[in-house]
């Protein structure tokens, strides 16, 4: 039975290719449910009145097909919760942190989805793995300074604001 469902396949498609294929897709699929995890986990450490997404919908991103318009939903609404958490706890960091690099993350992961001649892809696809670890490390260092900072000050802590009337 095994032989024959292999029939149907093209000519130039090896079953070992098939079989590496189908390995690469499920180291993938872990690799972005790993990436997910750091994006739940960030958002628990956010207060609840700071998000813009909840924690579990970042698993979302590991969903195929869905994921290519919920990445840009995560990139946006993960800076917006962080910038949020951040300005809360006077902590200094640049304005809307991680959307630079998950904006290229995404964009990337979208064009690589479109039908393109192979060098075009490969090329794209190469800039989408770059995007896609640095946008991951970014996340996991911002998830670091706020487990810090946690840590030192608590996890209600935030600045009273004195407002000055003219």
Same mark, same amino acid.
Request: aromatic share 18%; hydrophobic share 50%; glycine share 2%.
């Given at each position: ?5 292999? $029939? ?9 290719? /098939?079989?590496?294929? /189908?390995?690469?897709? /499920?180291?993938? !699929? ?12 960030? /958002? ?31 990139? =946006? =609404? ?6 949020? $958490? ?9 304005? =809307? ?24 892809? !490969? ?10 670890? !640095? ?19 608590? $996890?209600?802590?935030?600045? $009273? =604001? ?5």
């Amino acid at each position: 039975m095994e032989e024959g469902m292999f $029939e149907m396949l093209p000519e130039k498609i090896t079953t070992e290719l /098939l079989y590496m294929t /189908l390995i690469f897709a /499920l180291i993938w !699929t872990v690799i972005k449910l790993f990436f997910a995890y750091t994006i739940y986990s960030t /958002l628990k450490l956010i207060k609840k009145e700071n998000q813009n997404i909840l924690p579990n919908q970042s698993w979302f991103v590991a969903l195929p097909f869905f994921n290519i318009y919920w990445n840009f939903e995560v990139v =946006r =609404r993960l800076a917006d919760s962080l910038n949020n $958490e951040f300005y809360d706890r006077q902590i200094e960091v640049e304005e =809307r942190p991680t959307q630079k690099w998950g904006g290229l993350f995404a964009w990337t992961f979208l064009l690589s989805n479109i039908p393109l001649p192979p060098f075009i892809i !490969t090329v794209i696809a190469v800039l989408h793995l770059v995007y896609f670890i !640095t946008y991951w490390v970014k996340i996991h260092q911002h998830k670091v300074l706020l487990k810090l900072h946690i840590q030192q000050f608590g $996890e209600d802590y935030a600045v $009273e =604001r004195q407002t000055y009337e003219d």
